[in-house]
């Protein structure tokens, strides 16, 4: 009897059906982001670890992405701790779960976390005030809000909350009288020739400033809003740091 001899193509799918198929590779896991857990900071331990964040992991400018259009951001130097919370916020992804929640035309427009039942609640930790001279409410000034004054006489600045400077274009005599603080010349000129709202200066920190879409500030400003001041059309953001 003559063997049978198997083409060797057939041979090959034999021995492959009667072997072990190896296992599923498993997903790898992302690596945790860098910095502190926002959820266990606290006012006291917040600029300790805000400061050693945003000396190892630095940054200057973030990207604000909204439905109607983008806004870049200036962060500075000189206002450290805040500058370092929104880098960390941002990293994290904070803001992306969050929409401008406040806007009050010709005033300005805030977005971020808030304590109304429309958007997230992150546990809310204070900054301290870095209130600079220079630094002063001219339109598209980035400021952070800060709430429960009766109970908060250090003016301590909200961890999430921010917002644009809007406000109007006013004349030097109205600037100074709406100041609490002694504005330059070049401060008058510009709330005279860009506009703003000098009587927040010296309430809150000012620690950054629009460089590109100011006009994306003019229009989320000029969105239909509730009696609550929310617009009635979500404007959700996406936030990254880009430099």
């Known amino acids: 009897m003559k063997r049978l001899v198997l083409p060797w193509l057939l041979t090959a799918a ?21 910095g502190p857990d926002p959820g266990t900071l606290a006012d006291s331990s917040a600029p300790a670890a805000l400061l050693a964040y945003g000396r190892q992991y630095p940054g200057s400018e973030v990207l604000i992405t909204t439905r109607l259009g983008k806004i870049r951001v200036k962060l500075y130097d000189d206002t450290p701790i805040h500058r370092a919370n929104f880098l960390l916020l941002t990293r994290k992804g904070v803001f992306n779960e969050t929409m401008f929640n406040r806007v009050v035309k010709d005033f300005a427009v805030q977005g971020g976390q808030t304590t109304g039942a429309r958007t997230i609640r992150l546990k809310r930790y204070r900054l301290p005030p870095e209130i600079r ?39 030097p005599a109205q600037s100074r009288q709406m100041s609490g603080r002694l504005l330059t010349p070049a401060q008058l000129k510009a709330y005279a020739t860009v506009g703003g709202v000098p009587s927040l200066d010296g309430q809150y920190t000012v620690f950054g400033e629009v460089i590109e879409g100011l006009d994306v500030v003019d229009r989320i400003a000029n969105e239909p809003v509730e009696s609550d001041k929310w617009p009635v059309d979500n404007i959700r953001m996406k936030v990254k740091v880009v430099k």
């Open 14 to 34: 034999l021995a492959a059906c009667n072997q072990t198929p190896p296992p599923a590779a498993q997903p790898k896991s992302l690596p945790p982001l860098p």
């Open 133 to 171: 001279p220079t630094h002063f409410h001219r339109k598209g000034a980035l400021g952070m809000a800060r709430y429960d004054d009766e109970q908060n006489p250090g003016r301590l600045s909200s961890n999430t909350d921010f917002y644009f400077v809007v406000g109007e274009k006013l004349t």
